[in-house]
């Protein structure tokens, strides 16, 4: 009877493993993949359109804190998103512009320009500055460009598991540059995000140098449902190396006044407001 028993038990055990591991495949084939996660990020609705106004507070490591304030606008012109940034104050950078056009093709090069009014010229900037610092900001040219959104063909993506961030589960997402010349530009060796599924955004994300050394982190503030559409109007960047940091806040952002499309050139970032 002892022997019978001890068969039973090792056939139940073999048919609960058995059973264990088929669930186990099916809850790892039903997870999302980091590129599924960064994929559903990118296809975030954000208007075919906005105005705003943005603030910039800089705060360096003495603790000595600069207000900037800007006026943009963005529209897509089909799958292509043009951006304009207009300097309002302080009147000693009052009239510098940043402009963008980010293109669908992964394959081609963005076109960017810079308008310094003390030197009266437009200056392009290339693709391999996209790493560089905006402004004297702790955001680059590519993460004022994309707006919490991650050009998918410079990564690769990896889901490392889920951390709970302001009281939310969130997806841990790390993407390592492609290539070192990707890395080179970007200025980064890896990034790990912290994505909250609801939102489909990063709530927390670090970001390491090309020697893989902590480099800085960027945390979601705020968020509101503006006109229908989730919007991040509080960011707070901290770098670790400089002690510098950058607070970005979005004012009266509005999905539904029209953007006049005729905005979106040189002659007008030269113009100014």
Do not use: C
């Not at 970007?186 to 020697?211: E, F, K, T």
């Not at 503030?221 to 002690?243: P, Q, S, W």
């Not at 006049?260 to 002659?267: K, N, P, T, Y």
């Amino acid at each position: 009877m002892a022997k019978l028993l001890r068969k039973w038990a090792k056939a139940a055990a073999a048919a609960w493993a058995a059973a264990a591991a088929i669930t186990v495949a099916e809850a790892q084939e039903a997870a999302p993949t980091g590129l599924d996660i960064m994929q559903a990020v990118n296809a975030r609705e954000d208007g075919d359109q906005v105005s705003r106004r943005i603030r910039f507070e800089l705060t360096d490591r003495r603790g000595k804190t600069r207000i900037e304030e800007t006026v943009g606008y963005r529209r897509y012109f089909g799958d292509e998103k043009r951006t304009i940034i207009f300097y309002t104050e302080p009147t000693n950078i009052r009239g510098t512009g940043f402009l963008t056009f980010d293109y669908p093709d992964p394959a081609a090069d963005d076109d960017q320009w810079l308008y310094l009014p003390a030197l009266r010229k437009v200056r392009r900037i290339s693709a391999s500055d996209r790493g560089d610092y905006f402004l004297g900001t702790d955001f680059t040219y590519e993460e004022v460009k994309k707006e919490q959104k991650v050009e998918l063909s410079d990564y690769d993506f990896t889901r490392t598991g889920e951390e709970t961030v302001d009281g939310v589960a969130a997806h841990i997402v790390e993407g390592t540059p492609v290539s070192e010349d990707v890395a080179k530009e970007l200025g980064y060796s890896r990034v790990v995000w912290r994505i909250d599924p609801a939102i489909r955004m990063s709530r927390r994300s670090d970001y390491y140098d090309l020697n893989g050394n902590q480099l800085k982190t960027i945390t979601l503030e705020n968020v509101e449902t503006i006109d229908g559409i989730v919007t991040a109007t509080g960011l707070f960047v901290e770098n670790h190396k400089t002690g510098h940091s950058t607070r970005f806040t979005s004012i009266d952002v509005d999905y539904e006044a029209e953007v006049d499309e005729r905005l979106f050139s040189q002659a007008r970032l030269r113009r100014g407001l």
